[in-house]
């Protein structure tokens, strides 16, 4: 399923995404890509802590803007991360977005922010 990610705080389109939902397809994420291409929304399992929101950056080639919502979908937290790094966020996820670096700073997403997700066929 594609899925377009909407700031509705700021009205501003943060791309087109695939959705993770399966433990392989988060495992997998976006390792061994030579490039993004449409960015990625994991749906992580559960009530999660901070710690079991982290996500590492091994075997991805380029870097990522990540934005962290909780099950609201608000902004929790945002960074732009290298390839071969980890990242814990301020507060526990629910979704995790990856998208091309710059996409945080183009769409003006700050903590606090709503996000939506907009099926693309809709």
Same mark, same amino acid.
């Given at each position: 399923?594609?899925?377009?990610?909407?700031?509705?705080?700021?009205?501003?389109?943060?791309?087109?995404?695939?959705?993770?939902?399966?433990?392989?397809?988060?495992?997998?994420?976006?390792?061994?890509?030579?490039?993004?291409?449409?960015?990625?929304?994991?749906?992580?399992?559960?009530?999660?802590?901070?710690?079991?929101?982290?996500?590492?950056?091994?075997?991805?080639?380029? @870097?990522?803007?990540?934005?962290?919502?909780?099950? &609201?979908?608000?902004?929790? &937290?945002?960074?732009?991360?290298?390839?071969?790094?980890?990242?814990? @966020?301020?507060?526990?996820?629910?979704?995790?977005?990856?998208?091309?670096?710059?996409?945080?700073?183009?769409?003006?997403?700050?903590?606090?922010?709503?996000? &939506?997700?907009?099926?693309?066929?809709?």
């Amino acid at each position: 399923m594609e899925l377009i990610v909407i700031n509705r705080n700021k009205g501003t389109e943060l791309g087109e995404c695939e959705v993770a939902d399966t433990f392989f397809s988060r495992l997998r994420g976006t390792m061994f890509k030579k490039k993004l291409g449409k960015g990625l929304i994991l749906k992580l399992p559960g009530a999660r802590s901070r710690s079991g929101s982290t996500i590492h950056m091994f075997f991805v080639r380029f @870097p990522l803007d990540i934005v962290f919502t909780d099950s &609201d979908k608000n902004v929790v &937290d945002t960074v732009s991360i290298n390839p071969w790094k980890t990242y814990t @966020p301020k507060k526990p996820a629910k979704y995790v977005i990856e998208m091309e670096k710059g996409t945080i700073k183009n769409s003006k997403t700050e903590i606090g922010d709503k996000i &939506d997700f907009v099926c693309k066929n809709a």
